[in-house]
Nanobody, 126 residues
Framework: QVQLAESGGGLVQPGGSLTLSCAASGLTFARYTMAWFRQAPGKEREFVAAFSRRMGATRYADSVKGRFTISADNAKNTMVLQMNSLKPEDTAIYYC???????????????????WGQGTQVTVSS
């Protein structure tokens, strides 16, 4: 059974940094596409970043490009989201997602992912 567990959220001041991790179990990590989504209060869940070693693809939402970096450690079955230059509008619950069957055109879509973590809260505030 595939399980995803996020960690690393917290409270940070604007301009600060946080590192989120997603520990995956029950899957062959290198064969899965991994992604981060987020949901702010009163808003729909939105795409943040995706990484697929299988497809050789990395994608970022325009709102985080140049500030966030997604990476994967296959040996540890862990995906990392390094978040720099954080803004108050980055405040949200961040979710880890994965899929073994997603295609390139679906990378930014929630419907392409089969497995989800429980989420970790990120709050950017002074």
């Amino acid at each position: 059974q595939v399980q995803l567990a996020e960690s690393g959220g917290g409270l940070v001041q604007p301009g600060g940094s946080l590192t989120l991790s997603c520990a995956a179990s029950g899957l062959t990590f290198a064969r899965y596409t991994m992604a981060w989504f987020r949901q702010a209060p009163g808003k729909e869940r939105e795409f943040v970043a995706a990484f697929s070693r299988r497809m050789g693809a990395t994608r970022y939402a325009d709102s985080v490009k140049g500030r966030f970096t997604i990476s994967a450690d296959n040996a540890k079955n862990t995906m990392v989201l390094q978040m720099n230059s954080l803004k108050p509008e980055d405040t949200a619950i961040y979710y880890c997602a994965s899929s073994a069957t997603i295609i390139t055109s679906q990378l930014r879509s929630q419907s392409g992912y089969n497995y989800w973590g429980q989420g970790t809260q990120v709050t950017v505030s002074s």
